[in-house]
């Protein structure tokens, strides 16, 4: 079974500009996740999508950041304009939950490393 | 609102050592509980978890106990192989899920 694929691996950017990022799910997996993982840190939830619709981005910085998940398959997360606090790993990860609940294991993409000069 | 603390890193420990990783946790409600590890060059895979007082996940020879009354799930390993040399994350989840810091593990062989 092929895992979580992102791309890049890894964006080195200035700040001021944009750049996006790519994330095709597990088959069959309804819910997908971004996060943020800045040096030292565990992962932060960013956005959760349930097939196409967003279930939660409370946490997302909605003047810089947006993402969008066509099609319940495939999802993009851009940052514009990217500012250096920016610098990060940025994860996704996809699960079956078709149900909201936290319990069903998460599968983690290899993530996208973001530096911003 | 809800946290997550764990031990600070690294650890390093030889081959065939008691591994105890602490991590202790913050919730309003009944959160459950998960380990992730990241192994060199990988993403976060899921440990083990557990989702009520008392439950007690395994995986590989790792285990941890939900302690309710310690607000704690401790990550141990009875001997660890320079193969568990990770970064290991602990989380909960309740309507959303937060992640400790992380603890880095090396084993020396």
């Known amino acids: 079974e092929a895992g979580v694929a992102q791309s890049p691996r890894y964006k080195i950017i200035e700040k001021r500009q944009s750049v996006a990022f790519w994330c095709n799910p597990i088959s069959g997996h309804a819910t997908l996740y971004w996060y943020q993982q800045i040096l030292g840190q565990g992962p932060k939830l960013l956005i959760q999508f349930q097939n196409n619709g967003v279930v939660d981005d409370s946490q997302l910085p909605k003047d810089r950041f947006s993402a969008e998940r066509l099609k319940g398959v495939d999802s993009t997360l851009k940052i514009q304009p990217a500012k250096l606090e920016d610098s990060a790993v940025y994860l996704c990860?996809?699960?079956?939950?078709?149900?909201?609940?936290?319990?069903?294991?998460?599968?983690f993409g290899p993530g996208t490393r973001l530096t911003v000069l | 609102g809800d946290s997550v603390t764990q031990m600070e890193g690294p650890v390093t420990l030889s081959e065939e050592a008691f591994l105890t990783i602490n991590c202790t946790y913050t919730a309003t409600g009944y959160p459950s509980l998960f380990w992730y590890v990241q192994y060199p060059g990988e993403g976060l895979q899921l440990l083990l978890k557990a989702t009520k007082a008392d439950d007690k996940g395994s995986n590989k020879g790792f285990e941890a106990t939900y302690r309710k009354e310690t607000t704690s799930f401790h990550l141990e390993k009875g001997s660890v192989q320079v193969s568990d040399s990770a970064v290991y994350f602990c989380?909960?989840?309740?309507?959303?899920?937060?992640f400790g810091k992380g603890t880095r593990l090396h084993i020396l062989p």
């Open positions: 990860a996809s699960s079956l939950d078709t149900s909201g609940s936290w319990y069903n294991e998460q599968f």
């Open positions: 989380a909960l989840s309740s309507d959303k899920i937060i």
